[in-house]
């Protein structure tokens, strides 16, 4: 699963030129027939969830899917430990703001997850807790989903040893070190128990209404263009399935 950078660059301009003018569709901003002349509606939410392993490359991928898009027309959410006050409402409740709107576009780095992968790991969450947010996340997803969205979830994948040579890589250079703390080296000595709850996660929520995309991202170049035209594939699906119809390549405007 490996590309060549020629590779790389060639099918992620053909990816990210397609995702712009999908994502201009889903605004209202774009017809599906590929002109301006033509009706233009608001499109379903779409919402994209990132999780993976530690250096995996979530950063790099992000950064990849959303710079071709105007910054007005989507947002990145990222999530860490909850703070005191979320910690008093339920582990969802924090999520509920940055989720997009009728027209709108979210990309969350981390997620709702948590509660079933560091919060079961680490102890942060009882047993009753996280062994009944399987559901309730199954049901949460259902129900956004039910409500027009289209709901992306990616886990990126990398070997043992993969992490290992990207954390040492980290650790020796002076620009990227900081991305690497004592949390992180400590996580890896979890590894055994992170892939126990890993495997039980995608198990225990992978439904129809929102499958886990599993990505290979051994190689950083195939990851990233694996995940862009995924979500190009998926949303022009999702607008398929909520009777947007076919979105037809891009058309000058008569006499353009």
Known sequence: MRLSREEEARRLEAASR?????????GGHLAADGTLEGERRLGPPLCIVFEGWDASGKGGVIRRLVTPLDPRHVSVAQFAAPTPREKRHHFLWRFWPVLPGWGGMTVLDRSWYGRVLVERVEGFATDEQWGRAYQEIVEFEHTLVAEGTILL???????????????????????????LGDEDWRNRGKRADYEAAIEEM????????????????????????????RTVAAVEDGLRARGFGEVSPLRRPAGG
Request: glycine share 4%; hydrophobic share 50%.
């Open 202 to 229: 995608v198990a225990r929520t992978d439904h129809l209404a929102a499958p886990w995309l599993l990505i290979p991202a051994e190689s950083k170049r195939y990851g990233r263009v694996a995940v862009v035209e």
């Open 18 to 26: 397609r995702l712009l003018q999908l994502r201009l569709v889903l």
């Open 153 to 179: 979830k990616f886990w990126l994948e990398i070997s043992d040893a993969e992490q290992l040579a990207r954390f040492e890589r980290r650790a020796g250079d002076p620009l990227k070190a900081w991305k």
